[in-house]
């Protein structure tokens, strides 16, 4: 048999390489017959296999990739040759050198290992005499280093990704053809102009009309959620400008395509552009856009005194949004529309204007709201597959950051389960040192790149790429298993209890499969149903329980139930401008909502001031994985609050709405099991929500340095040769991994450094009033007004950086530091007054104390302002300070021994 089989290899090989060479048989003595008949069907078989394969490149060469092409399951099927040009991956995966990420890994569990023995040397050496301080800082030490381990482990696989530009423009991009690129809609997000300047909105949406991007396949809608005449009238200006800058940034290729920022360069332009048309226009250009920036200002400045009567459009009617919680649904299409071109005569991308409906009595769900009914207009309009979000102060900074995106939705293998593309922030405007870690640089280069390696980043709320299909609440993809291999080599009987075994075994996980896609089959078959009613095949009550089904999970809209079913993307045929824009009045409308699944399934989450963490959380229970892009010049640029008590301000509103999500019923402790959640980002989610907590027991340690100097009792005792090992070991480690996640994260010293300084800060002010406003909301039901940050256009001298605004977070952390400074100063002084055997205890104590002024130290900066003159909060504090001074001066008194005046005779004889 063995012998037949390489007979026909050979006479397929033969006939392969042509006629002239004879097949001949292993042993040339046997005739060929002896070896039997097989050899025409392998041929056979061979030539249908080779038809196969060509047909399939065919196919991927003239129809593109998986997301845009009819044939997309057919890319997946294992035959398909891996170098065609249809199954080249359009990025690759980029794993953190062996020789950085492997020590890395080995502290890691040295470190686990030494915060064994470091625990169980804490345990069984209590300190008796100041037991209450030891159990204190035992608690807070035990909470330490769960909170690491939550944080640690997600960070065990990170990775990198690069993407491939050029295959994605020569597989999507034919010569001669139209582009097969993907549409995508981009949402901004404004409320208020006054702290959200409208130049700011301006310059990102002219950066999103100018991407580097079909204009065909791109729609720009902006969400004024304060029905501000301004932003409306600001919108306006900026198209007009639109029509001029966008046909500038193509022509020469500028980088970024934000006017503000491009002209903010301090770049010498004529270095490399010696063309004169280039010079001449950008010159030209230049001063359009600073007559566009009077424009603006000069509304800016009418807006501050708003009449009476509210404002008035130009025809005389009052302005729909001059009650701001009360007012109906205003669409406005600015560009897109047949007529509008720029000035050389070409089309311009969509820019549409929306402010949903607002009535008392209703609940708008902020931020949520606002982007769930973008979703809901955009697929009404133009329904493009993917969506980009931004906030209103996060720029385009890099014009292929649509293309960059594109490479992994579009990819042709593992591009339909990714949920989301997620890029870093990167912000413009803050000072050179970052006092109050703006950047977040360890976040966003360490514990991102952590999770991309696991099941993808957590959505920060802006500068993210979805797919609207995962918006809408579906299931991700199932990965579709090969086929088992079979061979011929067992007996019969052998295969048949295989066989009985297998089918027993789909019987048992037949129940379990269907209980976990339940969501998914139901839409399959409404889906079905829908259309047989459609066709007229099924009866018109099977056709109306399905539009039933959708209307409950959609909202009663018959256009947007039938976009939810276009997973490609693209409008209903046949439906006019008119009957389209009816239909977006009709879904941004107050009662919409009520009764279906938006917040709750669909779109953007309700339930927590934090939308972005929900959102992301609930996609990654529905088994979609997310991806993290880093190009090398960064994709968006933003504004941060460089002002201390505008960045606390900040802080408190992410952990207030960590605090809701962990006493909600999506608390990642206990919601989605069973479902694609994998663990470790399950424990990057459950970290992500418990931080605040870390507050309480911050805030005791920290007091701990200054009750261990003022009392003279330490949380320690005597230390023996093997505790100080285990003491130098643990503070080793701590050093030795902090350093590793520098070198393979990129971060750099100083931004680590600042980080850990932050923590501190904002762990001992906003994270603590975060906690009890989060109970008080949950458990009282009262409401925090949630506070707009102020984006600052102008930030050359950081004259906000030096700005004192006085605020209720600043109380702790100036207790803290009040008091270790004086803890510091009173050990001292007892030093110095007991003698020389009194500063070997003194020093652990020090240390303790000054790790915590060290780490508050940027906080005392803040709190100085540019110390011109001193602010008043600072004079009430120095009097409690003077007069905590004089309470203590009797017990300290330096200038007296301990045993009080001793009464001696001299021994002189005064007389």
Not at 156 to 174: F, G, V
Not at 341 to 366: Q, T
Request: glycine content about 8%.
């Amino acid at each position: 048999m063995g012998n037949g089989f390489i007979q026909c290899l050979l006479i397929h090989l033969c006939q392969a390489g042509g006629d002239a060479v004879q097949p001949r048989p292993m042993d040339p003595k046997k005739d060929l017959a002896v070896y039997g008949y097989g050899s025409v069907a392998w041929k056979e078989r061979m030539e249908e296999w080779k038809k196969r394969q060509n047909e399939k490149i065919e196919v991927v060469k003239h129809e593109g990739g998986n997301d845009g092409g009819k044939n997309g399951d057919e890319l997946d099927d294992p035959d398909l040759p891996k170098m065609d040009e249809g199954r080249q991956p359009l990025w690759r995966k980029l794993p953190i050198s062996p020789s950085k990420i492997n020590p890395y890994r080995i502290i890691i569990v040295l470190r686990i290992a030494v915060l064994g023995l470091f625990f169980h040397y804490r345990i069984l050496h209590p300190v008796n005499d100041a037991y209450a301080l030891w159990l204190t800082s035992v608690i807070c030490e035990i909470w330490f280093a769960v909170s690491w381990i939550l944080d640690q482990f997600p960070k065990w696989c990170p990775i990198e990704r690069e993407t491939y530009l050029d295959r994605l423009s020569s597989r999507y991009e034919k010569e001669g053809k139209p582009s097969e690129l993907a549409d995508i809609d981009v949402f901004v997000s404004t409320v208020d102009p006054m702290k959200e300047p409208p130049l700011i909105t301006a310059n990102t949406v002219l950066s999103i009309l100018a991407v580097d991007y079909p204009v065909e396949k791109v729609s720009c809608y902006v969400s004024d959620d304060g029905a501000a005449m301004l932003t409306f009238e600001a919108i306006s200006e900026t198209s007009e400008f639109a029509r001029k800058w966008v046909p500038f940034c193509k022509k020469f290729n500028i980088e970024p395509r934000a006017p503000e920022w491009y002209f903010a360069q301090k770049v010498d332009y004529l270095k490399d552009k010696v063309d004169a048309t280039f010079i001449r226009e950008r010159r030209a250009i230049k001063r359009e856009y600073e007559e566009f920036k009077v424009r603006i200002n000069a509304l800016v400045a009418m807006a501050q005194k708003v009449p009476e009567d509210g404002w008035t459009m130009q025809d005389g009617t009052p302005w729909p949004g001059n009650s701001v919680r009360d007012h109906p649904g205003m669409i406005q299409v600015f560009l897109g529309q047949n007529g509008i071109h720029n000035i050389e005569g070409n089309e311009l991308p969509r820019l549409v204007y929306v402010s949903r409906e607002k009535r008392p009595g209703y609940e708008h769900h902020k931020k949520a709201g606002a982007m769930n009914a973008l979703v809901r207009v955009s697929a009404v309009i133009s329904n493009a597959p993917y969506l980009l979000n931004v906030d209103c102060d996060h720029y385009i900074n890099n014009s292929k950051a649509l293309r960059e995106a594109m490479c992994f939705m579009m990819d042709p293998t593992s591009g339909k389960k990714i949920c989301y593309v997620q890029f870093p922030q990167r912000f413009d405007g803050i000072d050179r040192h970052d006092r109050y870690s703006n950047r977040n640089v360890v976040f966003f280069d360490i514990n991102m790149k952590g999770l991309d390696g696991i099941q993808g980043p957590i959505y920060v709320g802006t500068g993210c790429v979805f797919r609207r299909q995962a918006l809408y609440g579906y299931d991700a993809p199932a990965t579709k298993k090969p086929p088992r291999k079979t061979c011929n080599c067992w007996p019969k009987w052998c295969c048949l209890c295989c066989g009985s075994r297998n089918k027993n075994r789909k019987v048992k996980s037949g129940p379990r499969k269907k209980i976990k896609n339940k969501d998914a089959t139901k839409q399959i078959h409404a889906l079905e149903n829908i259309e047989e009613g459609i066709e007229g095949i099924d009866s018109e009550k099977s056709w109306l329980m399905s539009q039933l089904k959708f209307e409950k999970k959609f909202g009663q809209s018959a256009v947007f139930i039938a976009s939810t079913l276009m997973e490609d993307g693209g409008i209903l045929k046949g439906a006019t401008s008119a009957s389209l824009l009816k239909e977006a009045i009709h879904v941004i409308s107050c009662g919409y909502e009520d009764k279906t699944e938006w917040g709750k399934e669909v779109g953007w989450i309700y339930g927590s001031v934090t939308e972005d963490i929900l959102t992301g959380f609930k996609m990654h229970c529905h088994g979609w994985r997310s991806v993290y892009c880093m190009p090398k010049r960064p994709a968006f640029k933003g504004s941060a609050p460089i002002n201390l008590s505008d960045r606390l301000h900040q802080v408190l509103r992410w952990a207030l709405g960590s605090v809701e999500i962990l006493l909600s019923k999506h608390c990642p402790i206990w919601y989605g099991y069973g479902c694609g959640l994998k663990w470790l980002e399950r424990f990057s989610y459950i970290n992500s929500v418990i931080y605040p907590l870390t507050s309480l027991p911050l805030i005791a340690y920290c007091t701990l340095p200054a009750v261990c100097l003022l009392t003279g009792k330490f949380i320690v005792p005597e230390i023996s040769n093997y505790a100080s090992i285990i003491f130098m070991a643990l503070f080793i480690s701590i050093a030795v991994t902090s350093i590793l996640e520098m070198q393979w994260g990129g971060v750099g010293i100083h931004d680590w450094w600042r980080n850990e300084q932050f923590w501190v800060i904002g762990g001992a002010s906003s994270h603590l009033f975060a906690l009890f406003q989060g109970l008080l909301k949950v458990l009282a039901g009262v409401n925090t007004n949630f506070t707009v940050t102020s984006k600052a256009a102008d930030g050359g001298d950081f004259a906000e950086l030096y700005l004192f605004k006085w605020t209720s977070l600043l109380i702790p952390p100036l207790t803290l530091l009040i008091i270790n400074i004086i803890g510091v100063i009173v050990g001292v002084s007892d030093a110095i007054n007991n003698g020389y055997d009194s500063w070997g205890p003194l020093f652990g104590k020090l240390f303790f104390a000054l790790w915590v002024i060290v780490h508050l130290y940027p906080f005392l900066k803040g709190v100085m302002g540019k110390q011109e003159g001193v602010p008043t909060i600072i004079l009430v504090w120095a009097i409690l300070l003077a007069s905590i001074f004089s309470l203590l001066w009797v017990r300290i008194n330096p200038f007296l021994s301990k045993g009080g005046i001793v009464l001696e005779l001299c021994g002189l004889n005064c007389d």
